[in-house]
């Protein structure tokens, strides 16, 4: 078959490879579709070591069952399923609790993570990892189980702050950030303001109902600050889906005194986190600092019944499996609206 595999830390190839067996209480799928995350370029930059080589990407991943392996019930050949990613280790206080999230044993396991991702015309995964999608294009479901799972989870955490009259401030509509204006349409009663370095990314934010859109740059901070407030007033929760030193500078500017900085993007920045005296402090007092990882199984059903309800819906630009390595150029330069998904 083929497959879109890192073969070395920066190198992306097309390749052959045999068609993998699922294993006791594995499952093969045959892949419909696979969402173009920003972390498989992460991913693909990281130094040697971090992750396996070679390894097929993709961990945004939505397919039809092909075979069930030994000891497997309740799934059939040809049930459609989204792929939950994150591989715990099931059995400890975190993974007990439903938190894979927050595994102590493996801490960054998954699909596409740890083992070979979506990115290819079949993959094996553990049963145990699969949701119904009912009748959701397999397009709709794959971009869910991250784009979508992440800022819902990330959502979820901060939605104590989410009272109706507060004021979200989401920084980065892409690929999440289009979901997070979403999800917080859907689900709270907030006034949102979305900010992107893209005008065309704002034009996306304010259709999907943003009601404030500010271009990230010099005047960011004092735009956001007529908006909401300016210290110790401002915004109630900031969700960060760059996470670079600029977006940090603006969000720990912006955010309440005793507000949320929920910190998802993973581009590297640093937040400085120093209370002193005699200056003003780096990040408000009160406020409340959360690096959220992806989120759990029973969000993803949550999620999958958004996106089921017409609530939720990716906007996709799909690319078959052989154009895939175009995809991730056109992500890289900031060119994708939305999601690249990839259809094998
Ligand atoms: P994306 O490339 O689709 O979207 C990034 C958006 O940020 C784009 O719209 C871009 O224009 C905007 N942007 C870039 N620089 C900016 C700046 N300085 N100011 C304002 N906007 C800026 O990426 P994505 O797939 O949505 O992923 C976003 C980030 O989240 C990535 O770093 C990714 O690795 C990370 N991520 C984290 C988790 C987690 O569990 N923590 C899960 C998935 C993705
Ligand atoms: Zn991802
Ligand atoms: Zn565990």
Known sequence: MR????????????????????????????????????????????????????????????????????????????????????????????CLRGLEDQCRVVPVGGVGLSRDGGLAEYVVVPASRLLHVGDLDLSQAAPLTDAGLTPYHAIELARPRLRPGTTCVVIGIGGLGHMAVQILVATTAVRIIAVDTSVAALDLASRLGAHEVVRAGPDAVEQIRTLVGPPPDGADVVLDFVGADPTLTTARQVVATGGQLLLVGLAGGTLPVRPVADEPPTVPLETSVVVPF???????????????????????????????????????????????????
């Open 3 to 94: 497959a879109v595999r890192m073969t070395a830390p920066g190198v992306l190839e097309q390749t052959e490879v045999p068609v993998p067996t699922a294993g006791p209480g594995e499952v093969l799928l045959r892949v419909g579709a696979v969402g173009a995350c920003h972390s498989d370029l992460h991913i693909l930059d990281a130094p040697a070591g971090m992750f396996p080589t070679p390894m097929t990407l993709g961990h945004e991943v939505a397919g039809t069952v092909d075979q069930v392996g030994a000891g497997v019930s309740g799934w059939s050949p040809g049930d459609r399923t989204a792929v939950y990613g994150i591989i715990g280790c099931g059995h400890c206080r975190a």
């Open 294 to 344: 992806w989120g759990t199984r029973a969000e993803l059903q949550e999620v999958i019944a958004l996106g089921r309800a017409g609530q939720l819906h990716a906007d996709v630009q799909t690319f078959p499996l052989d154009r895939a390595s175009e995809a991730y150029e056109a992500l890289r330069r900031g060119e994708i609206h939305g999601r690249a998904v990839i259809m094998p």
